[in-house]
């Protein structure tokens, strides 16, 4: 079968640096995405690690260990529009799918 | 660039109705994916479709189907609704066959009474 497990909820204070983890196991790996998704709004890329090791962009950085079938996304400096959910993906199936986790709830607080 | 379009984006049906949801997918983008998204269960995927034809397909009874035209553009369509295919149904595009990123459209609400 094919899952990703990442936590369903995470609250942090605007500032500090939060590390949002994911465990996936699938039937082939073309590699991992995370995704963010505001209140009402559509899902938006973030990052998408396709080898071991750590992408940065900005104040998101995201990594990856094929070996342990895990990876995580980094926030840092907080701030209050971050608060959303989180989503990791994994390319599957012969890289013709894209399988989603089923979200971490982000909550930022002053 | 426009981004990827879904509509309707509210639509209400009773339960044994039909429902058909439209995607016009970035300009370019020969791929189109859709999912189910519902609280707390994520984003399920229903298929993808790449140049016409259906790549790959979820878990998803065969009420569930959908085709994609020759501009790319995709319709999916639910027949004999049930209550529990109240969701919001997320259209995504990418420029390669099961690439990313993922790009979405805002969705179509859907809520069947």
């Known amino acids: 079968g094919q899952s990703l497990e990442q936590p369903s909820e995470v609250t942090a204070v605007e500032g500090a640096i939060v590390q949002i983890n994911c465990t996936y196991q699938?039937?082939?790996?073309?590699?991992l995405s995370w995704y963010q998704q505001h209140d009402g709004g559509a899902p938006t890329f973030l990052s998408y690690?396709?080898?071991?090791g750590l992408e940065e962009t900005g104040r998101f950085s995201s990594f990856l260990s094929r070996s342990d079938s895990y990876g995580y996304l980094l926030l840092q400096e907080l701030q209050m529009k971050d608060s959303a959910s989180y989503f990791c993906?994994?390319?599957?199936?012969?890289?013709?799918?894209?399988?989603f986790g089923a979200g971490t709830r982000l909550f930022v607080k002053a | 660039k426009a981004g990827v379009t879904q509509t309707p984006r509210y639509l209400i049906k009773t339960r044994g109705q039909q429902v058909t949801l439209s995607c016009s997918p970035i300009?370019?983008?020969?791929?189109v994916s859709w999912y189910q998204q519902t609280p707390g269960q994520g984003l399920q995927f229903l298929f993808e479709?790449?140049?016409?034809?259906?790549?790959n397909k979820g878990n998803f009874p065969g009420r569930f189907s959908g085709r994609q035209f020759s501009n790319s553009r995709s319709e999916m369509n639910v027949s004999t609704l049930e209550l529990g295919d109240s969701a919001l149904y997320l259209c995504?595009?990418?420029?390669?066959?099961?690439?990313?990123?993922?790009?979405f459209g805002n969705g179509t609400r859907l809520t069947v009474t």
């Open positions: 479709y790449f140049s016409e034809t259906q790549r």
């Open positions: 300009s370019g983008h020969r791929s």
């Open positions: 699938t039937s082939g790996f073309y590699g």
């Open positions: 993906a994994v390319r599957a199936a012969g890289g013709f799918k894209t399988i």
């Open positions: 995504a595009s990418s420029a390669r066959q099961g690439g990313s990123p993922l790009h």
């Open positions: 690690n396709a080898l071991d």
